[in-house]
């Protein structure tokens, strides 16, 4: 009785908030009713005992997915005048794709139906025969043994998507200030600082003038990058003074 | 007489308590007020002890005027806090700006939930406790980018997406960490991840994934040299800096019980949770929810320490850090302590 209420509590929250994602004005409200939504069907996986599975969905797509979602999102400038200008244009089509997507839905229902038999719970793991197992274990023994190859080749699908993402949004711009870390590591005390004992009534001036830092932006900067031409330039001298007022 | 008619009674208490629906309701609500209580007055003192530790490594005396020594701070802050007014800024999105710091909190509590606090000792012993753990902490992201955008505030913005950005990719080696953990337990149970350390923590065989972890929970909670999201110098206050009062204080408290939180994560991980350091006789003697204490007060305490010693990271060498350094060290050592098990057979099998 309490698990039915339960799930009915969870199917509901889960439609009325993917109802919402479309319904939703505000883009970023769209994206909050779609983790509303991944956090309930995570509910109803728990319900089925699918525990795993559950917190498998909260982590990937709350934790990282719909994070990123969100960021993107955020980000737009949304002027919902304009939003709403091509609305009568653009219906029919969006009608079309709708239909279309509904009708298959509409098949794909109707010609599903559950198959008669249960299937055999899986039990025994690979040190315990016959045991009761969890489902992280059955997942894992299918997984790695049955399915190995699909397993691998969604792996690699991966990789190449991501070195895809990678290689479209890598951009070596010359505008930003980068610097190679391991050279700036490399700075000591020494070359940045200076310590002087000056007598009562002396500035720096009468010891001829600060002494700059004999390794600074331009030396530690990656070449290529803002203000620092492409071609490695021939090494500074090491000490560099400024004028000052010395004798 | 008596005791068989107490028996009885206990036996109708046990009744009550496990068979029925309402003492069901109401021994979890009473579990979760055993484990929230003692948290909350924790956060309470952890910001005294903050400001007291802090204090002795500047050599200045920190709070000392209300109460002895100045225990009575924390309330005297809580105090402040709750009689100031909660101002929301026009065009903010009231219900999200009010709703972040909301979540911040409730999260930072709900992940104990899972937390073993002695054999088996756990509001919900459940056997992906590890996975919870995880995913509430990946959510604790939400609050900080919610309350970014909400105030709309360009400063609260940046420090929002700054967080978005840090969190996420300090979550990536947390996993790969957690992964390399659980190759050498063979269970997603948080009890029987201390029960794997009955004869050797993990802190030991596995040292840089501890350092690491570490260093990873400081980037998690925003805390110092990581504090990039509320950056001061540049960012006024991040992404609180439209906060106020009682909301204020949530994100607050948010924090310091997401830093126990992380605190006991390292301890449950490699600092063997309620185990004692040895299993011989004087040490045996003192409770498992005593030793978990005492070590999250230490990564507590290191926690502060850092804070107190270490300047700001700059945002493109934290980045660097996480993407870089991190994320391959931390992925080859799990290759090679799936490939030292195997090869020695000591990979747990089927244990659950």
New interface residues.
Partial sequence: MMIQLVFYVFAAVLIASSAMVIFAKNPVHSVLFLILGFFNAAGLFLLAGAEFLAMILVIVYVGAVAVLFLFVVMMLDIDFARMREGLQRYAPLGAAVGGVLFAELAMAAAHWASSPVMPEPITGGLGQPGGPMTNTAALGTLLYTHYILLFQACGLVLLVAMIGAITLTLREKPTGRRQVIGKQHERMRADTLEMLTLPLGFGIDANGGFLRPAKGYYDTAVPGSYGVPAAPEPPREEVRKVDGDAP | MLRTRLWRRSSDVEQFFFHT?TGHVILLVLEALAILVPLLIAVAYLTLMERKVMAAMQMRRGPNVNGLFGVLQAFADAIKMMTKETIIPSGANRF?FLLAPFLTFSLAMLAWAVIPTGDGLAVAN???GI??L??IS??G??GI??AG?ASNSKYA?LG??RS??QM?SY?VSI?LVIVSVLLAVGS?NLNDIILAQRHVWFCVPMFPMFIIFFISALAETNRAPFDLPEGESELVAGFFVEYSSLSFGLFFLGEYANMILMSGMVSILFLGGWLPPLGIAPLTWIPGPIWLIAKILFCLFVFIWVRATFPRYRY??LM?LGWKVFLPFSLLWMIATAGFLLATGNLP????
């Fill in positions: 629906t999200l459940i056997n992906v996975l919870y995880l995913a990946s959510l992201v939400y980018l919610i955008w913005f929002g997406l978005a950005a996420v979550e996993g997603l493109d060498q660097r099998q089927g244990v659950s």
